[in-house]
């Protein structure tokens, strides 16, 4: 039995944002290991015979660990053949893609890397914000809330110290430490906004300042999964906002 693994992206949400390639890999696969956080929809590609198989980490519930999640995606290649494990948005982007990758290649098989259109730049842009803009940011920082500890990860403590825009994911739980260090840098008058469930119907998103972000998020019981924009960028939304609101108390609407 030939064996082989692909890690493939599934996109930030939409299944229309799933690429061609990465819809090509999960048709041919013989077994698929999914995450907890892709949109089950795009499933539908597998053939009927293929193997699948849950095994995405989510907070507060029950989860496989690394350790054995690599184990399965062996068993399951040296069983089935043709393997697909399938991640939330890019592999390599906060996905321990690549710890899977060499975990893969030490057992001497191939694998292939099919790259996923990521949230850190789809979410904001699905919500008209753009991550860079002339004049505005110059660059953008992706970052992770969190260390392997579970504590407030040592970048943000950079980021808040520059200007450019802050993409954090998995942050909505440290929002109050967040909040607080940019606040001791003297700049609660930022703009920020929290997208949940970002290109999904069921998506919600609010805007403000690191002044008002946290009572905003509590009023409107925004949950994990969800990104945060941090940065000047986010006040180019809120610009689009006010003027919808002119634009319908114009016409009467």
Known sequence: MNTKVTLVGAGPGDPELLTLKAINAIKNADAILYDA??????????????????????????????????????????????????????PFIFGRGYEELEYVESFGMKVEVVPGISSSFAVPASQKIPVTHRGVSQSFWVLTATNKNGDLSDDIKLAVQTN???????????????????????????PVGIIQNGTLKSEKAIYGTLNTIEQQKSKANIQAPAIIIIGEVVALKQEVLIDEISNLNYYGN
């Open 37 to 90: 956080l892709i949109n089950k929809a795009v499933l539908k590609y597998a053939k009927p015979s293929a193997i699948l198989m849950c095994v995405g980490k989510r907070v507060g519930k029950h989860s496989f660990k690394q350790e054995e999640i690599n184990k399965l995606i062996i068993d399951h290649a040296f069983n089935y053949g043709n393997v697909v494990r399938l991640k939330g948005g890019d």
């Open 164 to 190: 450019t825009t802050v993409v954090i994911l998995m942050g909505v739980n440290k929002l109050s430490e967040i909040v607080k260090m940019y606040k001791n840098q003297n700049k609660g008058d930022v």
